[in-house]
């Protein structure tokens, strides 16, 4: 992991967040780290990246770039997005993911907000 001007690691969940917002222009974003739930099962104990635990999460993300995209391509949007975090312990992944109108932001709120 790396550090934040010398001042400690830099968690599962924050290189998320960054590289969600980057990629999705995320206009509502909630990580929630669940990995407490799973911690007997056997993927997990077989996982040396896992002993900190941020191996399981719930992703709630709205963005602009799900407009016209099906369920499956905004997941795929996702999961491009977090390559790197899937192939270095991240072990599952809860995904909602909706369009500003979806989730009840109407246009014209949504766009002075940009």
Do not use: C, W
Not at 53 to 71: A, D, M, R, W
């Amino acid at each position: 992991m790396a550090s934040i001007g010398g001042k400690g690691l830099i968690t599962r969940a924050s290189r998320m967040r960054s590289k969600l917002q980057s990629a999705l222009e995320a206009s509502l974003l909630e990580i929630e780290d669940v990995s407490y739930q799973h911690a007997g099962h056997a993927a997990v104990k077989a996982n040396p990246n896992a002993a900190a635990g941020e191996t399981h999460f719930n992703l709630k993300i709205v963005s602009p770039k799900f407009e016209g995209q099906s369920l499956v391509k905004r997941h795929r949007l996702v999961y491009d997005a977090l390559a790197d975090e899937l192939n270095s312990g991240l072990h599952a992944l809860s995904i909602v993911a909706k369009t500003p109108e979806s989730h009840g932001f109407d246009r014209d709120s949504f766009n002075a907000m940009q």
